[in-house]
């Protein structure tokens, strides 16, 4: 059984910046592919950032070059450095994970965390 433990969520003014972080534990096999989706209530879970064990990485459109998904050589922690952060970021943001990356990205993670709420106001 995989477990995802989250941290690193909370409030910032818009342009700060969060850090967030995922570790995982359990079945190897089924931490191949981490990322994070973010939800805001009422809407769909919308794809972040993902990374496999590899390096590979994808990310969503309006990332627009202000997050960076990284994954700690030979451990099954991932961290989204989150910079110039805007109001229309606020969401609970879930760490997943998956046995792959396709299954991943496509919204179908194995295992999901408890959530972390962002909230970017002034």
């Known amino acids: 059984q995989v477990q995802l433990n989250e941290s690193g969520g909370g409030l910032v003014q818009p342009g700060g910046s969060l850090r967030l972080s995922c570790t995982g534990s359990g079945n190897r096999h089924g931490l191949f592919a981490m990322g994070w989706y973010r939800q805001v209530p009422g809407q769909q879970r919308e794809l972040v950032a993902a990374i496999t064990i590899s390096g590979y990485t994808n990310y969503g459109d309006f990332v627009k070059g202000r997050f960076t998904i990284s994954r700690e050589k030979d451990k099954n922690t991932v961290h989204l450095q989150m910079n110039g952060l805007k109001p229309e970021d606020t969401a609970v943001y879930y760490c997943?994970?998956?046995?792959?990356?396709?299954?991943?990205?496509?919204?179908?993670?194995?295992?999901w965390g408890q959530g972390t709420q962002v909230t970017v106001s002034s």
């Open positions: 997943t994970s998956a046995s792959t990356r396709t299954e991943l990205v496509n919204g179908g993670g194995e295992t």
